[in-house]
Structures are given as structure tokens and as C-alpha cells.
């Protein structure tokens, strides 16, 4: 039987609001066996860009990253928070590494070719260097993951959390029985998106293809869910979307996802 | 026998200019064997704290690190400077990893006492995670490392590279044959500060007390090779001195130390 591994992906929700980043982190750090943390950035980048005089641009919720963006980026997601998530988790007693996707070649991928839109210096994912990643989670570290990544020429280039949180899930899934966790600012996908109380506990391939006949699922949950199952059918094992205190034992209910 | 490691230190000279980094790059890669990098910040954080607002504050050549020049280093160093040198290293074939003290628990250290200067958020080193280091040097990744170390509560610090240049050189010095390199912006150790061509080129005890006593070594030199010499006494074989061509076979003169 293989080990089992979390993947828990943190948003700039709770990356910018200290008293919930130390509750995540208690419970990031409480979880047993091997782990992984990816994370987002944060109102900071934004702040940070607004002082230097840059302007965010933003095209369907995606940052367009110009080479000033890009800078900007990689010193609030690569030095400030991941370094600063690394000194907290370090302080709790779990082992933490951080890590870019330029570390060993951890998460090489390729700049986005322009059509439509020019999303500038982002990039699509191409590999996993899950010998690497397998390595630190054998020797019991903790690795914790930005948001960027490079093309191995050079190139540093920002890539969506969510997306290299699936990536790596999936490179690990041959090595690890992978559960993936989504922790966003809802307590999961919800039947009335605004009724908190109306959370869908449980999804597979035929109450998705119900939800999203009837119509139930829409908007920022569409490609969401299409990524898990994505995941999923790559031999991610599930996924569980909520509020990060679906990590504890004692958690309020949340939406586990499973073909 | 023990096996070969090389540590070289680079300064914001060498960071700051575009050629001089990528000739260096090329030719740290082309070092044989197990290697590591620590690197200092540059130029960009000051100019990056002007754009923000914030003073730079220097006494006796270091910089007093408040909070918000602490978080402006950590992005610049951490950030931008490191996040960039691994994915150069790994453009050119050196399957380099970032690493700032806190990663692993690498660079555990104390903030500075309030004695007649408060340092701010500085950090003297405690101890060195040599297994950690020597894990990643025999899995034959080349460690990166930024001059930020932390203090296993939670607290980033700011911390001397030449001084984590040492503590790591003296730390491998049991499992490695560990020779530690200064890139600076002169050739090496001077007879005549003014002249580039007066380099001496091999110093050892004896030497160097008697450059001490005819007032040959001083200012900013007498700190540099008073920490040369202790960690030599530590168990470091040699400490170069020089400008980075240095670690070209083609090298023009520098400065060897030994005991």
C-alpha cells in the first residue's frame, strides 16, 4: 500500500490575514506523514506594485506579468511570504523547505504563447521533478511552494497556485496515495452560492455531470471542478474543497471530490 | 581521503553587473565537484528602499535592519537575487536549489544583543544543519544561499555572507576537503592598496603576522583575514581572495590562505 500524501494549496485570503495563516499553519503542521504546501500571494504584491508606481493589469482574474510584474512577484511570493512561511512552520516544528519551481528543476515550464491576449511572463506547466520532491518528502522535509517556476533557460515565469498544486499531485501520484486540498474562503462548492450552509459534501463523475446539467455549478467553480477531475483521472486519489479547518479533525463540513 | 568541496562567496559588485554575474555563473559552473553559493544583496535594495520610502541606515559598513528594511532584504535577497541566480545556474547545466537559513533549519541564529548599537533584526549564526547541506551535496544539488537566516521562533534575520560563507565552510569542514572563496571587487590582498598589480599571493601564520605588525593589512582587510584564519583554524583547508576569474584555471593572481 502506498504512503499517503497531502497537498494543501493556501490562498492570499489567508496569506493576508495573520490570525488565519497561524490557525492554517497549526493545522498544516499538525497533519500527519508527508505534506506539501503551495501557496498564492497576497494583497501585498498589489501593495507593494501600487508603491513602486506599476499597474496591475488583471484578464479574466489572471495577473498580465510584465518583467516589472514578474520582479515584483517573485520577491513578494519567492522571498517574503515563502520565506516567511517557511520561519513560521520552522518555529511549530515542521520542517519546511521552500522552494521555487527553478530549485533542482523542480516545476519547468514553458512561457505562454501569445494569441488572444498577452499574458506576458507566465508559464504553462511542462514537468515535475517528482524524484526531487519524492527525496525531500522521504527524509521527512516539508517542502512549500511559490507560485513561481521557470523554462530552464533563464527565465523566471509565474504560474497559477492551483494549477502547480494539480501538477505536482498528479507527478506524485505513481509514489504517494495523494489527496489534494483546496483551501479557498468558502466551506466548499455550495448548492446556493450564497448560502454558506448549503455546502455539497460529497462529488463524483455522475453527481457532477447532475450539478452540472442542472445547472448548480457556474461561474469560478467550473474550472475549478474540471481541474480536479483532471486530477483525479491522473491518479490523484481526491480532492477536498473548503475553509482550511477542513485540515482538522474537527472541522466544519467541506466538499471531498472522488471519481 | 575526503572529497573536494568548493564555497564561493559573491558580493553586489558581481551581482549588480549583468556581464561580470553571467561570467561568473559560467565559470562557478564549470567547477568539478560538490560547490555552494552564498551571495550578499546589492545595490537593488537600496534602490528599491528609496522607491519605498524607507532610509538605509549604516554604521561601521552594516546596514540597521528595522522591520521593513528586514521584509525589503528578505524579497531582494531571498527574492529576486536568489530565485534568479538558481534559474541561471540551471540554464547553464548546475542543478542549483535556493536556500535561505530557515529552509531545514540550515542557519539557526540569535538576534543581535542591544550593546551601544541596536543592529535591529540582525542575526549572529548558532549552528549550521551540515546533514541537511550534505544531503543536498551528495544528491549532487548545488546549494544557493541568501544572507537570511532565522531564528527558530519565527523571526527572520539579516545576516553577514561572509560570515555564513564560514560557518558553513567550518561546519563541512568534518564531512569535506572545504576551500572557501571571497569574490570582491580587487584581485586579491594587496601590498599597496592602491596598486592591483602588489597582490600577495600566498599568506600563512607567520606571514600574516609579520603584514600585521609592519601595518601592511588594515581597514576593512584586518576583519576579512582575522575570519580567514579562524575558520582555517576550524578545519577549512584554504581561503581564496580575489576577483571572480579566479575560479578559472586562467586566472590572473589572487590571494591564497592557509595555516
Known amino acids: ?147 513561481i517556476t521557470h523554462d530552464k533557460k533563464g527565465q523566471l515565469l509565474n504560474t497559477n497556485a492551483d494549477t502547480i498544486a494539480a501538477a505536482i499531485a498528479v507527478a506524485l501520484a505513481s509514489y504517494f496515495d495523494t489527496t489534494l486540498y483546496y483551501c479557498f474562503e468558502k466551506p466548499g462548492v455550495l448548492k446556493d452560492k450564497d448560502k454558506a450552509d448549503s455546502v455539497i459534501e460529497f462529488i463524483n463523475k455522475e453527481t457532477y455531470k447532475e450539478l452540472l446539467n442542472t445547472g448548480v455549478i457556474s461561474d469560478g467553480m467550473l474550472p475549478k471542478l474540471k481541474n480536479c477531475f483532471e486530477a483525479l483521472v491522473q491518479g490523484v486519489s481526491k480532492v477536498c474543497i473548503g475553509q482550511s479547518e477542513m485540515l482538522s479533525n474537527v472541522s466544519n463540513s467541506y466538499t471531498t471530490i472522488a471519481l
Open 1 to 147: 500500500m502506498k504512503q499517503f500524501l497531502n497537498i494543501v494549496k493556501i490562498g492570499g485570503h489567508i496569506i493576508d490575514d495573520p490570525k488565519a495563516l497561524q490557525n492554517f499553519l497549526v493545522n498544516f503542521t499538525a497533519l500527519q506523514g508527508p505534506k506539501i504546501l503551495v501557496h498564492g500571494g497576497g494583497k501585498s504584491a498589489t501593495a507593494l506594485s501600487s508603491k513602486m508606481g506599476l499597474n496591475v493589469q488583471m484578464i479574466d482574474g489572471r495577473r498580465i506579468t510584465d518583467a516589472n510584474t514578474l520582479e515584483l512577484i517573485t520577491m513578494v511570493y519567492s522571498g517574503k511570504i515563502n520565506t516567511s512561511l517557511v520561519a513560521n512552520l520552522q518555529a511549530l516544528g515542521c520542517d519546511a523547505i521552500g522552494c521555487s519551481g527553478a530549485d533542482a528543476n523542480c516545476i519547468q515550464s514553458r512561457k505562454r504563447n501569445v494569441s488572444e491576449i498577452d499574458y506576458g511572463y507566465v508559464g504553462d506547466i511542462q514537468s515535475i521533478n517528482s524524484d526531487y520532491i519524492s527525496l525531500l518528502l522521504k527524509s521527512e522535509f516539508t517542502p512549500v511552494f511559490s507560485a
